[in-house]
């Protein structure tokens, strides 16, 4: 716990490129960029122009505004500015600043939204509505707060829940959450220290604990039912202990090291905020493993036969035994008496799931982020349908010594007017706001579309390709960067898409050649690769029908925006292709040992999955249950986690697992075991020895014949 007593610092996460630098300049010593609002009204019967009610309630909504002033200054309506009324007039709009910086408008601003309010009672023919950044903010962060607390509180209950009925036994079950727990709180506290120089948010210490909770519990499983399978066969506890440890135990540092490995892969993406969630994970998953190969051990000795006891009815003595599964053993038997049949169908039913996310179209979800029952989206969303481009205006920093100059007043003029000939590009109102005492100028620069999809991007493009060079980049002394939410994504969703091979090339090649080293072989790798692949594949074809195209939207409680939110599949590839390798190496583990005993290939392959099968199950179980808690939040992109390593870990506990793995295996037979290049570097060490006697004796050459003749 030496992190908790460093006090973390709090940074800010600046997106990367252009938008990042006009962060980075609004964020300056001395500027405060004021938060604003908007009030909308509408009419279904009149408009501006023929309304008397309309014009009343207008001019009430900015009187009681004024009312307000240490919640609402810069009040600006449709008598001060034409374009603030909708084309066709059935609406207008209202907008104030929020005074305060933008950590605390999402509270100054109660008092006026106070005063619209009463505005709005007086008149029930119209439709009044107040919706802006502070709101935004003050309804995403209260929701993103409870969903997170949902899901924490929610998780332990249901994994101990589960592991009661793994187990049978409360001491038993109560081991695996207390090392998951230690380890999540050990690395929470240790997150403080990297938090000096990389953003560590809420998020990071949420993502934690998910990964904490799933790796600390399935390693403890791994290692816990193991003692009490050689244990059931007779072993002493601490002959189980050892076996233990040198089976389980090397499984979980093999297992580990490969998830940490993948996970590293986050720092390929140069992304700060995923530099934080990396260094976040690893730390949970290092010091799980190592409590694992450690302090578990020494718990289990010094409870010995204490593990079983306080066993719960009718479950205790049936799960006491930790047998095999003979289900799942004979399911491997038959798979492995046809492997190309049955692989064959498993290979086209995962890639018929993965066929849909060939279409995957990223796409942020901007307004769109939480249902659109919430009050401030609906607003929002009717805000950007009078006014397109309102809600997430683009905003252009302005530097440099000519920022006072006529010359840049006259081009902000010429830039407004360029909103009549932008044939819908950009909107109005454009609004300009001086800073940090004249150093800085901010315009806001309404874009087409909801902020989010391709016509905003597009919009986005125009204007810093040809819009603004036109108008600001004539003015000399000068310099200007576009920010804001849409240029924001936009230049996240670049530098993540530029990265994205090196990711998927370093995850890939770095976890192959871990691989090759532990089990001495091309083909383990290269399997255990592609089978991953294609339940990662499966699951983000999943993820494009239910959420991209709408499918069970009602169900889920979500409305569809026709994209996948971009950081999703990457991070997604990441964590599953990590968390999925556990099972591969403990069973790929379980098989080699029975192999070495002695079994034949088939038979070596039907007992290593019908030995593994019960801890593998219910690993798979817990994972489920967890993270088909983040299916039930508000925020969509919640949802799409959830739903998508859900429906992964399923797929991969299941059909890969199940049979895929068999029937590869199968087809590969002892080659499996025999790579050409392990057996050359083999004979050349061997080469390599100095003989120290021609004539071996008879049992010499008997043991020399065995070695040569076992895998």
């Known amino acids: 716990m030496a992190g908790g007593a460093v006090k973390s610092a709090k940074l800010n996460n600046y997106d990367p ?9 609004l964020n300056g010593p001395g500027i405060v960029k004021h938060a604003t609002e908007n ?19 207008a001019q009430q909504v900015v ?26 007039g059935h609406a207008v709009l209202i907008t104030f600043t929020v005074p305060g910086t933008a950590d605390n408008a999402d509270t100054t601003f109660i008092a006026a939204r106070d005063a619209v309010t009463r505005v709005a009672g007086q008149h029930p023919d119209l439709t009044i509505e107040e919706a802006g950044s502070a709101s935004l903010d003050k309804e995403v962060g209260s929701s993103v707060s409870h969903d997170f607390r949902k899901a924490e509180v929610t998780s332990v209950p249901v994994t101990l829940a589960l592991l009661l009925l793994v187990f049978g036994a409360l001491i038993a079950a109560g081991i695996p959450l207390l090392l998951a727990g230690s380890a999540v709180g050990a690395a929470i506290s240790l997150l403080s220290i990297p938090g000096h120089w990389l953003p560590v948010s809420q998020t990071t210490s949420s993502i934690v604990l998910l990964v904490g909770m799933a790796v600390g519990v399935d390693y403890s499983l791994f290692y816990l039912r193991r003692v009490r399978e050689e244990r059931a066969q007779g072993s002493d506890t601490q002959t189980a202990l050892r076996t233990a440890a040198r089976t389980s135990g090397k499984a979980i540092v093999i297992s580990g090291l490969t998830v940490i490995v993948s996970l590293a892969g986050l720092f390929v993406t140069g992304l700060a905020v995923f530099s934080g969630a990396a260094i976040g994970t690893i730390l949970v998953v290092g010091i799980a493993m190592l409590g694992s190969v450690t ?60 066929a849909p996310a060939l279409t995957m179209h990223l796409q942020d979800p901007g307004i769109h ?46 830039l407004r007017a360029s909103a009549q000939g932008s044939h819908g590009v950009i909107g109005s109102p454009i609004t300009a706001e001086t800073l940090a005492g004249g150093r800085v100028l901010v315009i806001d620069v309404p874009l087409a579309g909801d902020g989010a999809n391709a016509t905003s991007v597009d919009a986005l493009g125009k204007l810093r390709a040809d819009i603004l060079p036109a108008t600001l980049g004539k003015v000399p002394g000068i310099s200007y960067a576009v920010g804001g939410e849409t240029a924001g994504n936009h230049d996240w969703d670049a530098q993540l898409t530029s990265r994205l091979p090196l990711v998927f090339a370093f995850v890939l090649g770095l976890a192959f050649l871990l691989l090759l080293i532990t089990f001495r072989s091309v083909a383990v790798p290269l399997l255990s690769i592609v089978l991953n692949l294609l339940s990662v594949g499966a699951a983000y074809g999943v993820l494009v029908l239910i959420f991209q195209n709408g499918h069970f939207q009602s169900a889920l409680g979500f409305t569809a925006y026709g994209g996948i939110t971009s950081w999703l599949p990457m991070f997604m590839f990441v964590l599953l292709f990590g968390l999925s390798m556990d099972y591969h190496v403990f069973i790929l583990s379980r098989i080699r040992e029975l192999r070495q005993r002695g079994l034949g290939a088939r038979q ?10 019960g801890v593998v199950t219910s690993a798979a179980a817990i994972m489920v249950a967890v993270f088909s808690i983040f299916a039930t939040l508000s925020a969509v992109e919640f949802k799409m986690f959830g739903v998508g390593m859900a429906v992964a870990v399923l797929i991969d506990a299941t059909v890969v697992r199940g049979v895929l793995l068999p029937a590869g295996l199968a087809l590969i037979g002892d080659r499996l075991w025999r790579p ?30 065995e070695r040569r003749t076992s895998p």
Not at 299 to 307: C, E, I, K, P
Not at 387 to 401: D, I, K, L, M, N
């Open 39 to 57: 009030v909308l009204i509408k009419s279904s019967t009149g408009t501006w122009a023929t309304d008397p009610a309309m014009r009343a309630a």
């Open 63 to 88: 009187t009681a505004l004024h009312g307000v002033p240490n919640a609402a200054t810069d009040i600006r309506g449709p008598v001060q500015d034409k374009g603030r009324i909708a084309a066709g």
């Open 604 to 613: 070596a392959i039907a007992g290593g999955i019908g030995s593994s099968a």
């Open 676 to 705: 050409r290049p392990v057996r050359l570097a083999c004979r050349w060490r061997h080469r390599s020895r100095p003989r120290v006697s021609m004539a071996p004796s008879a049992g010499q050459v008997n043991s020399t014949t």
């Open 17 to 25: 490129g252009e938008a990042g630098r006009a962060e980075r300049v």
């Open 295 to 354: 302090v578990l051990p020494a718990l289990l000795s010094m409870l010995g036969t204490w593990t079983d006891r306080a066993r719960i009815p009718f479950l205790g003595k049936r799960r006491a035994a930790a047998k095999p599964s003979r289900s799942w053993a004979a399911l491997a038997r038959t798979v492995i008496r046809k492997p190309l049949l049955t692989g064959g169908l498993a290979v086209a039913a995962l890639a018929g799931l993965a």
């Open 369 to 414: 982020e939480l249902p659109a029952g919430v009050p401030v989206i609906r607003t929002l969303v009717d805000i950007n349908k009078a006014f397109p481009g309102g809600p997430a205006p683009a905003e252009v920093v302005v530097t440099g010594s000519g920022v006072n100059s006529p010359a840049l007043t006259a081009a902000v003029a010429s």
